[in-house]
């Protein structure tokens, strides 16, 4: 099944003789990197937006993964804080910041002489409200996963068969998802979320998010790491985040649920 969806991404990719493709490091644009670059070569370009919401760690593992492909990589620096809209943090948010995205997109296919933008938009993501698909279908981006009919399962199981070091990596959004709409995006936010996450992923801590709430930081684990987040561990991080300015760190002992930083959930405080 997952060879004959590979053969479909093939084909449906092949059949352009250029193509950029939106490179955010996630196991699904990878896929599509990969199989891209299978397919035509030194005509194909991996393009990442660089900003604030893009943890240090995540800009350096796209650098790594398009190295280990071979593909040609450009990282872009990246202003949707600069957009009154984003910074505002409504509920379209993301429309917004794909809307830079795809612009930057444009701007280098352009450039580049490039046929299309692809994207790694899967059938599962059709279940959620992402308006962020509004900014890909205004700037004409092909999903050829969805067009082949890959599930997150299908991407996990091809990106393994064709040896991506990522196929398992656990979803990880930007940082701005951490913050409840409504409450304004600020470097300073932003880069106060990505140390407490830090803290923890240094520790080898694998799915991990640091609601941030004013003064308050929520902790959210993966239901195999909550389990080993014993009392040392709790400490220091208590520590390293009050040191970075909040007044209060409570861990959800529901573990990580995705949109949680919209969500009031019963909470184990300190």
Same mark, same amino acid.
């Given at each position: 099944?997952?060879?004959?969806?590979?053969?479909?991404?093939?084909?449906?990719?092949?059949?352009?003789?250029?193509?950029?493709?939106?490179?955010?490091?996630?196991?699904?644009?990878?896929?599509?990197?990969?199989?891209?670059?299978?397919?035509?070569?030194?005509?194909?370009?991996?393009?990442?937006?660089?900003?604030?919401?893009?943890?240090?760690?995540?800009?350096?593992?796209?650098?790594?993964?398009?190295?280990?492909?071979?593909?040609?990589?450009?990282?872009?620096?990246?202003?949707?804080?600069?957009?009154?809209?984003?910074?505002?943090?409504?509920?379209?948010?993301?429309?917004?910041? *794909?809307?830079?995205?795809?612009? @930057?997109?444009? *701007?280098?296919?352009?450039?580049?002489?490039?046929?299309?933008?692809?994207?790694?938009? @899967?059938?599962?993501?059709?279940?959620?409200?992402?308006?962020?698909?509004?900014?890909?279908?205004?700037?004409?981006?092909?999903?050829?996963?969805?067009?082949?009919?890959?599930?997150?399962?299908?991407?996990?199981?091809?990106?393994? $068969?064709?040896?991506?070091?990522?196929?398992?990596?656990?979803?990880?959004?930007?940082?701005?998802?951490?913050?409840?709409?409504?409450?304004?995006?600020?470097?300073?936010?932003?880069?106060?979320?990505?140390?407490?996450?830090?803290?923890?992923?240094?520790?080898?801590?694998?799915?991990?998010?640091?609601?941030?709430?004013?003064?308050?930081?929520?902790?959210?684990?993966?239901?195999?790491?909550?389990?080993?987040?014993?009392?040392?561990?709790?400490?220091?991080?208590?520590?390293? $985040?009050?040191?970075?300015?909040?007044?209060?760190?409570?861990?959800?002992?529901?573990?990580?649920?995705?949109?949680?930083?919209?969500?009031?959930?019963?909470?184990?405080?300190?």
């Amino acid at each position: 099944m997952v060879a004959h969806k590979l053969d479909a991404l093939g084909t449906a990719i092949a059949r352009y003789d250029s193509a950029l493709v939106a490179f955010s490091g996630g196991v699904d644009s990878t896929l599509v990197l990969k199989v891209a670059y299978d397919m035509l070569r030194d005509h194909v370009v991996a393009v990442t937006a660089v900003s604030a919401s893009l943890s240090e760690r995540e800009r350096k593992a796209t650098l790594d993964l398009a190295a280990s492909i071979g593909a040609t990589h450009l990282s872009v620096d990246s202003n949707e804080l600069n957009d009154p809209n984003y910074a505002a943090n409504p509920t379209n948010r993301c429309y917004f910041c *794909k809307s830079e995205l795809y612009d @930057i997109c444009a *701007k280098v296919a352009r450039e580049r002489g490039l046929a299309v933008t692809l994207d790694g938009l @899967i059938t599962d993501d059709l279940d959620d409200d992402r308006p962020g698909r509004k900014a890909a279908a205004e700037h004409r981006v092909v999903s050829p996963l969805l067009d082949a009919g890959f599930t997150k399962d299908d991407v996990r199981a091809a990106a393994r $068969a064709l040896g991506l070091p990522n196929w398992d990596k656990p979803a990880t959004p930007c940082l701005s998802s951490r913050v409840p709409h409504g409450r304004a995006i600020t470097l300073a936010l932003l880069r106060e979320i990505e140390l407490c996450e830090e803290f923890l992923r240094d520790r080898g801590f694998g799915v991990v998010r640091v609601r941030h709430l004013g003064d308050t930081a929520r902790l959210e684990l993966g239901t195999s790491d909550l389990a080993r987040f014993d009392s040392e561990t709790r400490t220091a991080f208590e520590r390293h $985040a009050t040191s970075l300015g909040f007044a209060k760190i409570i861990v959800d002992e529901n573990g990580y649920q995705r949109g949680g930083a919209d969500l009031s959930l019963p909470v184990i405080a300190n």
